[in-house]
């Protein structure tokens, strides 16, 4: 292939492909991020996520944090219940000798911050809306067939990073499988305002039909991560606010007063997958399009951020050494930093699961125990702290500075 427009297009500008762009601002790399929809969705998007204290570092070497830290929630507190059992496991910031255990921030305020870095990013060329149509791999490159606000162009680069999506188009192109299986429940996501102060506390509360989560945001409003069996959450969602608000107060407890909601219902299925490559030549999957976990503990996101603050390393050592970024053996140095890690969230979200979404006695007796030790066991609640917080596994140089 003769002459490159980029070194490098990201198909996806959500937060994960745009926080890949922004880490590699300063490379020397010439970037592209392709994005469908304009920036008025990212920053209309009414989501929140749990961050780790990995991903705040993360955020923090990317020079972002000070902008993103004053607008979201830093939580000092977790508790952990299993359905009515009265004895919560209580999650301070002394157990891990940290000054906050989490934080839990909004979708448009992570964008914000994101699109900010990529204005002042000479090297980073965003096209949007703009959608990757076809991909032809070439022994040095990719040739990329890309519809630009309505235009066809042909666009060359040395590799094509995918960080779009689940249900990846680019990754089904490929021909990459994946393993996994959709779960018997979907979750209802909305927030609501309590008549009294959330304290900065973050619930986990199981109950045989599934988690259900209690995030603090902003202004003592707090989201809902409410999982359940399909007919069941279809049948919340189609409920009348009052009615709704009624059985949500039923799992959520009488702790924060009356409820009213703040934002709209959404349902999504609850699935796992793990793609059975990150990587092939000219092509490295980021991401919800290299894997999907189950909501609970809000690993998924940080999953993504991680995945690309390793990948932006890795391209970026490549790069100072003369070496081709897109070259095979290059991308599979981020494949086995990340791929074994992700695993191990996938399988720990996944016992999680199906450990508390059951009243069978046997499971129900021996998950109380583990929460009795975990209670009482100092080095458990450790060791549980670290891996729910980021703190397990290779931490990306980025989150050292």
Request: with cysteine; glycine share 8%; hydrophobic share 40%.
């Amino acid at each position: 292939m003769v002459g490159f427009d980029y070194d490098l297009a990201i198909a996806g500008g959500g937060i994960v492909g745009t926080l890949l762009a922004c880490a590699l601002r300063d490379s020397g790399l010439r970037v592209a991020l392709i994005e469908a929809r304009p920036r008025t969705t990212g920053l209309n998007r009414r989501q929140a996520y749990a961050v780790t204290l990995l991903s705040g570092k993360i955020f923090q070497g990317l020079g972002l944090w000070q902008e993103i830290l004053p607008k979201i929630t830093t939580f000092c507190q977790i508790r952990l219940s299993d359905a009515d059992y009265p004895h919560a496991v209580r999650f301070l910031p002394e157990d891990l000798g940290t000054e906050a255990l989490g934080y839990v921030a909004e979708h448009n305020v992570i964008m914000q911050a994101l699109y900010e870095c990529l204005d002042n990013s000479p090297n980073i060329t965003e096209l949007c809306p703009a959608e990757v149509v076809q991909a032809h791999y070439q022994p040095d490159g990719v040739e990329l067939q890309v519809e630009v606000e309505g235009k066809a162009r042909i666009i060359r680069t040395r590799l094509l990073v995918a960080a779009d999506g689940s249900r990846s188009p680019i990754r089904q192109e490929a021909g990459i499988r994946t393993r996994g299986w959709k779960y018997w429940q979907s979750c209802i996501t909305c927030v609501v305002q309590p008549e009294k102060e959330h304290g900065s506390i973050a619930y986990e509360r199981f109950w045989p039909s599934g988690p259900f989560a209690i995030l603090p945001l902003p202004g003592n409003r707090c989201q809902i991560v409410w999982t359940a069996p399909h007919a069941e959450a279809k049948t919340m969602a189609d409920l009348d606010d009052g009615a709704f608000l009624t059985e949500l107060s039923r799992r959520y407890g009488d702790q924060m007063g009356k409820l009213s909601l703040a934002s709209d219902r959404y349902v999504f299925q609850v699935q796992l997958m793990q793609s059975d490559r990150y990587t092939l030549s000219r092509l490295a999957l980021v991401g919800d399009a290299a894997h999907c976990c189950h909501p609970v503990g809000g690993q998924g996101l940080n999953m993504g951020i991680r995945d690309a603050a390793a990948l932006a390393q890795v391209l970026l050592q490549a790069h100072q050494k003369g070496e081709d970024i897109g070259d095979l053996k290059v991308l599979r140095r981020y494949e086995r930093w990340r791929k074994l890690e992700n695993l191990t969230i996938l399988g720990f979200t996944d016992f999680l699961d199906r450990c508390f979404s059951t009243n069978w006695l046997p499971l129900v007796f021996i998950r109380r125990l583990g929460l009795s030790l975990l209670r009482l066991l100092q080095p458990l609640k450790y060791l549980a702290l670290r891996l729910m917080t980021g703190q397990t596994g290779r931490s990306p140089q980025l989150a050292r500075h």
